[in-house]
């Protein structure tokens, strides 16, 4: 979906410029890559001051990791509540 609108919007594509479109892996004798592996690759070229101070440590990851886990479980659980609630009050 992203593709076609991008395609479309972006580029001005539609059914009859279509076949017009060609998918090619090198221009000149030079490898065509995705965007995001040049965008990463074009980060390693950024000055140090707008480089990220530092990553996540592993004990930050863990705790957000930690934080999403529980997030999900309390939704599952609320939504299994509600749920049996509202079934309990039909009946009624």
Not at 16 to 43: C, E, S, V
């Amino acid at each position: 979906m992203f593709h076609w609108t991008l395609l479309q919007y972006g580029y001005g594509m539609n059914d009859a410029n279509l076949p017009n479109f060609h998918i090619i892996k090198n221009i000149r004798d030079t490898d065509i890559g995705w965007t995001m592996g040049y965008m990463i690759n074009q980060t390693n070229y950024l000055e140090p001051e707008y480089r990220p101070k530092r990553l996540l440590t592993q004990n930050e990851f863990g705790g957000l990791v930690a934080f999403c886990v529980i997030v999900f479980l309390l939704s599952i659980v609320s939504t299994v509540v509600f749920i049996r609630l509202f079934i309990k009050r039909r009946n009624y």
